[in-house]
């Protein structure tokens, strides 16, 4: 296999390399997503209020969720890349102070989480899905909440801190074929601007540059002003292109966690020496070096906790919609009816996502440590150190689910861009043609969907006896701690298989 | 003493901010229009089995003038679509059976769940009535 740097560089392939070294690549990218986001919060505010019949009800929770899962398959966090909430917070960041550090108290995962548990509690609560109209209310927050939080605050504190989508896509993006990375670690040790962080800044006037001012090497760039007190870097003044806004440095940068693909230090690096490199989908679970920015994930209670919500919340997202489960909802609501269903669902979320996976988890770290060390390593630490096993098995259940809907209903948005256009008195597409649905035949969906659980479950084992090799270095004893991980992965995937075979109920919308 | 707040107090991101808030507080106004009509008509919708279940129903729809007349001769359509995106939607003529009743033989439910009935009607005298129904489908297909 030839792996040599030309080969494995997607800025290197023709055309899409081209693509992604241009400039404003990722800006022309961010300009379509903003002019979709748009049509949905029009469509979602005055359009027609059938979700069906609606960009609002069509583009998000069918094409979005089901291109989202896609791309990261296929190459990475495209959708942050793509983000369009990343427009307005240009401005903010231009007109706005921009100049506060994120609290102390908030610089965790912990915030994120609690507003990744909200929207999916808020997502059945209010059934979002058949709503076109809080749609649009969920994308304008989503704005507002951007522009506001990074005009204030340095960096990119939205998407490290905040932003629930990001989050689902840094965790899931660790098994995509991509990562941005540096090309040949020797020359960033050479490296003394590291502009890949802190952005390039506009050559200073009379420099060691050539007799024009002409700056030739990395070294002639002024280097950021600093403040006296904490000789930190501040500013944007001079700064002609960015580095990093999540505190990911290069050199050290390990995987896909935290990373938006903004390509901002590929742009910043003077030796050109940052490219978007394919690597396996099993590599970066299994690593455990100390992260840039974000530290070892092992030691790391809020990414693990992170980590469970996603893995388990694909399993609790999917089992909304089938009849058995939605039927103990019923039964609860009827043997509670002084309590609101909101108050029903939370405390059932509480169970799926918070119960459940602490116990399991628990009782899982407890056997694999029983079986392979006699117990000596702390329950918290096994469990934050296993856990990412684990991540292949949810992301299967994300991508069967989504996949789910977008095969299904992939050809719906033909009829509903035509009736948009007609509404608007632009009848060029003709008539809405609603017979117009899957984009593959009924058979084939579960098949499909069986095959990503058992490549997701495949993946599972593989990263769980690798991370087993990996802390328990003997072989026999790594194999006896990877047991118990292994048939929880197992488990979940069984999980998966039943709920693709029970009759699905899309329901929750009336009461 | 007297303290004023003056135009230079206040941050250079504040007006924009208060814009904002104002356009947000118009928008929570907007909703797009109910898509019935408001004629004085009632329709009736009922189906075999009720509540209907997963595969072909029976629909019997009914559609009364102001005075509680049945009105026969009009043209009858109804549609099916779920809640949820995604799911094509079922579109099924009605044939008049009696004066003012009129007849879906087989509605395939394609999935259960909730599901909204657009009942459109052409009236003998040319106006158009369009009403809605909300609907729950149980159970798996037989």
């Known amino acids: ?511 | 003493m007297r303290h004023s707040v003056r135009r230079s107090d206040l941050p250079t991101w504040a007006p924009g901010v208060i814009v904002a808030l104002a356009l947000a507080a118009l928008l929570t106004g907007c909703r797009g229009e109910g898509t019935e009509d408001d004629l004085p008509h009632r329709v009736q919708v009922s189906t075999a089995p009720t509540p209907p279940i997963v595969g072909p129903v029976r629909m019997l729809v009914t559609i009364l003038d102001e005075e509680g007349a049945a009105v026969s001769g009009a043209v009858v359509t109804v549609e099916g679509t779920m809640t949820h995106a995604g799911m094509v939607p079922v579109l099924e003529a009605a044939e008049e059976r009696e004066d003012g009743h009129y007849l879906i033989s087989s509605f395939e439910f394609a999935m259960g769940g909730d599901w909204i009935l657009t009942v459109r009607a052409e009236l003998p005298d040319g106006r158009e009535l369009r009403r809605e129904r909300q609907v729950r489908v149980v159970g798996d297909r037989p």
């Open chain 1, 1 to 511: 296999m030839n792996t040599s740097p030309q080969r494995r560089d997607l800025l290197l392939l023709p055309g899409i390399g081209r693509f992604l070294q241009w400039r404003h690549a990722r800006t022309s990218l961010q300009v379509v997503s903003l002019g979709l986001a748009t049509l949905i919060i029009l469509d979602g505010l005055f359009g027609p209020q059938i979700a069906p019949r609606n960009l609002a009800g069509t583009l998000p929770w069918v094409h979005w969720r089901g291109f989202v899962v896609l791309a990261l398959l296929a190459f990475g966090n495209l959708f942050c890349m793509a983000c369009p909430f990343m427009l307005p917070r240009r401005l903010s960041k231009r007109f706005g102070p921009a100049d506060r550090s994120w609290p102390r108290a908030l610089r965790s995962k912990w915030p994120a989480l609690i507003l990744l548990l909200f929207f999916f509690w808020a997502y059945e609560a209010f059934s979002l899905w058949a709503s076109p109209w809080l749609t649009a209310w969920v994308a304008l927050t989503y704005f507002a909440l951007a522009f506001v939080i990074d005009g204030f605050f340095k960096g990119a504190s939205f998407c490290k801190h905040l932003c629930p989508i990001g989050q689902f896509h840094f965790v899931n993006s660790m098994v995509s074929p991509a990562e941005v990375r540096v090309r040949d670690p020797e020359v960033c040790g050479a490296c003394t601007t590291l502009d890949c962080i802190r952005g390039r800044y506009e050559a200073a006037p009379i420099s060691i540059g050539d007799a024009g001012g002409t700056p030739r090497l990395a070294t002639d760039f002024r280097p950021p002003p600093r403040d006296a007190a904490s000789g930190r870097a501040m500013g944007r003044e001079g700064l002609i292109q960015g580095g990093c806004e999540l505190a990911l440095y290069q050199p050290r940068k390990v995987g896909n966690g935290d990373c938006t693909f903004c390509l901002e230090c590929i742009h910043a690096c003077p030796h050109e020496n940052v490219g978007i490199l394919l690597r396996s989908p099993l590599e970066e679970l299994a690593r455990d070096e100390v992260r840039s920015g974000i530290g070892r994930l092992a030691r790391k209670p809020d990414w693990a906790a992170l980590a469970t919500i996603l893995v388990f919340g694909a399993f609790m997202n999917a089992l909304g919609m089938v009849a058995p489960v939605l039927g103990l909802r019923d039964r609860a609501e009827s043997l509670l009816p002084f309590l609101p269903p909101a108050a029903i669902l939370a405390g059932l979320f509480l169970l799926g996502f918070v119960a459940v996976p602490a116990g399991l988890l628990s009782l899982t770290a407890w056997a694999s440590s029983r079986l392979a060390s006699g117990g000596s390593q702390r329950l918290f630490e096994r469990v934050s150190t296993y856990v990412w096993s684990l991540v292949p098995v949810g992301f299967a259940m994300w991508t069967a689910h989504y996949l789910f809907h977008f095969l299904v209903g992939g050809l719906t948005i033909v009829p509903v861009v035509q009736e948009y256009l007609g509404n608007l008195g632009l009848p060029h597409l003709g008539d809405p043609r609603w017979g117009a649905g899957a984009l593959v035949p009924e058979s084939w969906l579960l098949p499909i969907e069986g095959l990503i659980l058992q490549i997701g479950l495949l993946f599972s084992l593989v990263v769980g006896f690798r991370i087993a090799r990996r802390e328990e270095g003997n072989r026999k004893r790594a194999l006896t701690a990877f047991l118990p991980w292994g048939i929880l992965a197992t488990l979940l995937t069984f999980t998966g298989f039943w709920l693709l075979g029970q009759p699905m109920e899309m329901r929750g919308t009336f009461r």
